[in-house]
């Protein structure tokens, strides 16, 4: 790196600008204060980045941004905030990772949504959980697949069906099979068993 020009203008109407010029790499840096900002300029070949502070806000824009923290990170606000990528956006943690709202949490996507884990998932709502879907499917590759509740109810709008090599229905208490149309009960082999047996 050949020599650097450096210049300190004084103004009391323009404040305080310092510039430092490398003309072999093509670099400009430029501090300005002038009594309601302070503006870090750094202007290359190819990019330019900036740093704007004012008494209530800091903008800092830029083509690459690293924050690196050897201990804690928080980030915090008083208002409302977001967080938005016009590429890929990734979040990766080596050890735990919680997401909790004390009001509504909304995930959405436009294309697939995906979630898997090499260990259990667990979701759970202390109140009501709805999952819905234009068509959905919920699979066991290796286990039971058990579904419980207080009152179990499943309905179809136009189809239902329950089928498996061998199919179980129990009752601890009364069973009721009832159709409004026809009812059919087939089998190669039937057996209809009790101490008492009403037909008709």
């Given at each position: 790196?050949?020599?650097?020009?450096?210049?300190?203008?004084?103004?009391?109407?323009?404040?305080?600008?310092?510039?430092?010029?490398?003309a072999d790499d093509q670099i400009t840096?430029?501090?300005?204060?002038?009594?309601?900002?302070?503006?870090?300029?750094?202007?290359?070949?190819?990019?330019?980045?900036?740093?704007?502070?004012?008494?209530?806000?800091?903008?800092?824009?830029?083509?690459?941004?690293?924050?690196?923290?050897?201990?804690?990170?928080?980030?915090?606000?008083?208002?409302?905030?977001?967080?938005?990528?016009?590429?890929?956006?990734?979040?990766?943690?080596?050890?735990?990772?919680?997401?909790?709202?004390?009001?509504?949490?909304?995930?959405?996507?436009?294309?697939?949504?995906?979630?898997?884990s090499n260990a259990n998932v667990a979701?759970?709502?202390?109140?009501?959980?709805?999952?819905?879907?234009?068509?959905?499917?919920?699979?066991?590759s290796a286990g039971d697949n058990k579904?419980?509740?207080?009152?179990?109810?499943?309905?179809?709008?136009?189809?239902?069906?329950?089928?498996?090599?061998?199919?179980?229905?129990?009752?601890?208490?009364?069973?009721?099979?009832?159709?409004?149309?026809?009812?059919?009960?087939?089998?190669?082999?039937?057996?209809?068993?009790?101490?008492?047996?009403?037909?008709?």
């Amino acid at each position: 790196m050949g020599k650097l020009v450096c210049t300190v203008e004084l103004d009391k109407e323009k404040g305080v600008t310092v510039k430092v010029e490398n003309a072999d790499d093509q670099i400009t840096q430029t501090v300005v204060m002038d009594g309601t900002s302070i503006t870090i300029t750094v202007k290359g070949s190819s990019e330019t980045s900036t740093y704007v502070q004012k008494q209530d806000s800091v903008t800092i824009t830029c083509k690459d941004f690293t924050v690196d923290a050897t201990g804690t990170l928080t980030l915090q606000s008083q208002k409302a905030s977001s967080w938005t990528s016009q590429d890929t956006l990734s979040l990766e943690s080596t050890k735990d990772m919680s997401f909790t709202s004390k009001a509504k949490l909304t995930q959405s996507a436009t294309q697939d949504a995906k979630l898997s884990s090499n260990a259990n998932v667990a979701v759970e709502a202390t109140s009501n959980l709805d999952m819905k879907g234009m068509q959905t499917s919920l699979t066991a590759s290796a286990g039971d697949n058990k579904v419980e509740g207080v009152n179990l109810k499943m309905a179809g709008k136009a189809q239902a069906e329950l089928s498996a090599p061998m199919t179980k229905v129990a009752a601890q208490g009364k069973l009721g099979l009832e159709s409004a149309g026809l009812a059919e009960l087939k089998g190669s082999m039937t057996t209809v068993g009790g101490s008492l047996v009403k037909l008709g």
